[in-house]
């Protein structure tokens, strides 16, 4: 065992629901095993700040059900540099700071790196993100919950569309990853999902409505990752409706609604699991990595290689789209 007597955890970048049911984990794990725990409110910046206080197990009390961060969340521009990241460091010590656990996503993560190289600290990550963008594990805290709030979105407008025999494209997140589009327009039987891993053809998507529109099928939902390379769901309307003049067409764009909400049961027991594993891996001796869950087993990976790959999309799921939609 690594002598590990104070840990602190910081959320930073994007938020998403399980962020609580994580802290709650690394909180109640570290006190029953004797380690004060430091929760540093806005991430990065916050340790700049020296925002900074130690946690009981009564601040986690009824916070496993709610969305968001108790400990807030910042993306800090200070701390990418030099000057930045010798402030956070000095409040570390201040602190008598011994180990970090650092939930968020590839950016979280990055900024690691480049913090210990500089300084040496044990820490652990825990995947915080609802792109399910990083590689070392099967999923990642949010994603779940995202997918469900987009799928019961899409099914509202569904019924809606098909009421008004309209067209409808829904626009979800996913700036550089398209999982919560394949998976949300999977499960709603989205006729298209237009995703970054895929480069969109448009004379396609025309083509797939004409055809549509010939047999006579009222109804049509799109959903598009935002990232998707033709510049996202409204820009795609606009082609369809100079195709398709007489088409009643419409553009929805979800936005943040992914982020918010309580978290489903998947992403609560997945946040809870690597919270005890986190602090558990520091007590061992383990450090500069990210817990996941692959083939329900914990794993660890190190910062420097979740950061450089990206969980493949399975060609399957790639095919599907085109199987399904017909």
Known sequence: MNDISNIGILTSGGDSPGMNAAIRAVVRTGIYHGIDIYGVRHGYQGMIDGDIFKMQTTDVSNIIQRGGTILKTARSKEFMTAEGMEKAYKELQKHNIT???LIGGD???RGAVDFFERYTIPAVG??????KDLSGTDFTIGFDTAVNTAMEAIDKIRDTAEAHDRL???????????YIALNSGISCGAEDILIPEQVTNMDNVLDKIASDERRKK????IVVAEGEGLSGGRDIGESIRNRFPLLDVRTCVLGHIQRGGSPSYADRVLASRLGYAAVNALRSGVTQVMAGIVNDKVVFTPFSNVIKGVSPMEPDMLDMIRVLST
């Open 99 to 101: 180990a970090l656990v």
């Open 168 to 178: 409808f494209i829904v626009e979800v997140m996913g700036r550089d990853a398209g």
């Open 107 to 109: 950016g979280t993560f």
């Open 218 to 221: 009222t109804v049509h939902i």
């Open 126 to 131: 825990i995947p915080g993100t609802i792109d």
